[in-house]
């Protein structure tokens, strides 16, 4: 059982700046998740060639079940609004969260969680600029896996700060209701061990997965819920796989059941 998170940027390159669909179908293969949790991914944008990234990478799964969901309308850093249920099938640019499976999906859930309500300092290059904060959004499924039923989210935090802490309280209260074992699959903007702090979920991995080229920190994080915790296969191995765009690096932890397993924490 393997299980993924990756910050896709859009599906932008750090080398040339392009995106290219097949740049990111042969990534996403490359990665071998059964379940992939996706954040900054574009839908209809100009940016990305009006690609539907969610797409693309359910079709590199082996037409994996999957679901994606608009927090905006929009490019975040031009022009956005909060994007309702009603946006879902629309034809404007969309931008938001996917969750992929190659497991039957016997339900999904989505929660949305509030912006920032102030604009926030953030540090472009050499520039400290002011920025709105964008609403993010929670996706869950419960997914029919080979140990039986899983749920398993996905979301974005936000970059502020505090906020980011309160948005994490809301997808644990949110969880809570549904079956566990509970695992999320997320950038929760905040690193290393503080996920768990937070949380009081387990830490499947700890490896640092941003910024792509030397990744120093961890903003990309597996955790899971300590209830129904003895239901999943242990850590076998966790990598962070080069790939040839976004600022991130995905994060794949391997479960099986098999002696001398890596540490939970």
């Known amino acids: 059982m393997r299980l993924g998170t990756f910050n896709l940027m859009h599906g932008r390159s750090l080398a040339?700046?392009?995106?290219?669909?097949?740049?990111?179908h042969a990534a996403i293969a490359g990665l071998g998740a059964d379940v992939l949790g996706l954040q900054e991914v574009d839908r209809g944008q100009v940016r990305s060639g009006h690609a539907d990234l969610a797409g693309i990478a359910a079709d590199a799964m082996g037409?994996?079940?999957?679901?994606?969901v608009p927090a905006v309308v929009g490019t975040p850093g031009e022009w956005f609004r909060v994007a309702t249920d009603a946006d879902q099938h629309g034809g404007d640019p969309?931008?938001?969260?996917?969750l992929v499976s190659r497991y039957p999906v016997v339900e999904w859930r989505v929660t949305r969680l509030p912006a920032a309500p102030l604009r926030s300092p953030i540090l472009a290059g050499?520039?400290?600029?002011?920025?709105?904060?964008e609403p993010r959004v929670l996706i869950a499924?419960?997914?029919?896996?080979?140990?039986?039923?899983?749920?398993?989210?996905?979301?974005?935090?936000s970059f502020v700060p505090g906020w980011n802490v309160r948005q994490l309280q809301l997808v644990r209260r949110a969880l809570r209701g549904m079956p566990a074992p509970r695992v999320l699959l997320a950038d929760l903007n905040l690193p290393g061990r503080l996920p768990r702090l937070f949380s009081g979920w387990h830490r499947l991995a700890g490896l640092p997965t941003y910024p792509s080229p030397a990744p120093r920190v961890q903003f990309d994080h597996?955790?899971?819920?300590?209830?129904?915790?003895?239901?999943?296969?242990r850590v076998l191995q966790v990598a962070?796989?080069?790939?040839s765009f976004s600022d991130h690096r995905p994060l794949i932890v391997t479960l099986r059941d098999r002696p001398g397993t890596l540490k939970i924490d």
């Not at 700046?17 to 740049?23: H, K, P, S, Y």
């Not at 050499?126 to 904060?133: E, I, K, T, Y």
């Not at 597996?222 to 915790?229: K, W």
């Not at 962070?240 to 790939?243: D, G, H, K, M």
């Open 16 to 24: 040339d700046g392009l995106v290219d669909a097949g740049r990111v």
């Open 63 to 68: 037409g994996a079940e999957f679901l994606f």
């Open 94 to 98: 969309h931008y938001g969260v996917a």
């Open 126 to 133: 050499q520039r400290l600029m002011l920025l709105d904060d």
């Open 141 to 157: 499924a419960v997914l029919e896996t080979p140990v039986g039923r899983v749920t398993v989210a996905t979301t974005h935090l």
């Open 222 to 233: 597996v955790l899971a819920d300590r209830h129904g915790l003895e239901r999943l296969p």
């Open 240 to 243: 962070t796989p080069a790939v």
